[in-house]
């Protein structure tokens, strides 16, 4: 499971119809589904399989119910491996039953949603397994793929990952092209403590250790130390110690968190969670015996 408390609940599906929708729509186009309209008739009822083809921690087994049941609202499941549980290869997730041809129309939508999700949360249970030793979190960015932001950090926590912002507007980053544009790191914080409320905290980030103590000198609650070496890291985190909670981010990937984590930092930042995370292969196969017209 993702944390000792279990796997984390899925969005509500509210949130995601529209992107859904969105799928589908692009999958049907302006006719349809014309090969399973032309072959299957619409009383046709059948049971199909949802299968991992690679081993991997799963996520979005809801989301792709969901959209078996966009199609048809009587779409029935039996799911056998939940979100936030891991897969063996050749694995039986869970078993759709209902109308053929919305299990046929949506197959590829689903399996594309599914496979991106578990890749993510694959991917990030592999790397909070490197650095299970140390004290690190992992968390994940906004490098996400456009639309699916909501459902990849779903992804990342069902993986034991964590979040950071979903967007622009819960928390304040001021980066390194804020600070270029404000003139330095004292008057970006300046400003935007001017600008915001009480309760936003302040993260800021950094490049060196000068400006690291120009920024914990300010009272900021957070700092990004950017694609610092390990060794400047850990003068970064020492430096900071009590200070401020630290976040490093830059170029971190499976082979380097480890090292990362090693300088005693708090955060992980990884982009490469949901810009680069392999899919997971899985696929959906019918069962002949329990296809009736």
């Known amino acids: 499971m993702s944390d000792q408390f279990g796997p984390p609940a899925p969005p509500l599906p509210l949130l995601y119809e529209k992107l859904i929708r969105r799928t589908l729509i692009e999958d049907l186009g302006r006719a349809g589904d014309l090969t399973t309209d032309a072959i299957v008739p619409p009383e046709a009822k059948a049971a199909a399989t949802l299968v991992a083809r690679a081993p991997g921690r799963i996520a979005g087994v809801q989301v792709a119910l969901d959209v078996f049941r966009l199609l048809d609202p009587g779409i029935a499941a039996e799911i056998r491996i939940p979100d936030g549980a891991d897969a063996g290869p050749a694995a039986e997730i869970g078993i759709f039953r209902g109308s053929a041809r919305a299990l046929l129309t949506g197959e590829r939508t689903a399996l594309n949603l599914l496979g991106r999700l578990s890749g993510i949360a694959t991917a990030t249970r592999g790397i909070v397994a490197a650095v299970a030793p140390y004290s690190a979190k992992v968390v994940c960015t906004r490098k996400t793929t456009p639309g699916l932001r909501l459902l990849e950090k779903y992804a990342v926590r069902a993986g034991g990952g964590f979040n950071h912002r979903f967007g622009l507007d819960d928390a304040v980053l001021i980066k390194d092209n804020h ?27 950094v490049d ?86």
Request: glycine share 8%; proline share 3%.
């Open 179 to 205: 600070r270029v544009v404000a003139g330095s790191v004292t008057e970006a914080v300046k400003r935007v403590r001017r600008h915001v409320g009480h309760t936003l905290k302040v993260e800021v980030e």
């Open 208 to 293: 060196t250790l000068v400006q690291l103590e120009e920024a914990l000198a300010l009272g900021i609650d957070a700092v990004l130390l950017d694609n610092m070496s390990v060794d400047t890291l850990r003068q970064a985190v020492q430096m900071a110690r009590g200070r401020a909670v630290t976040e490093a981010s830059g170029g971190i990937t499976p082979t380097t968190a480890a090292a990362v984590a090693s300088t005693g930092v708090d955060l992980l930042s990884v982009g490469w969670l949901t810009h680069s995370a392999p899919a997971l292969d899985v696929a959906l196969d019918f069962h002949p015996q329990h296809t009736a017209r």
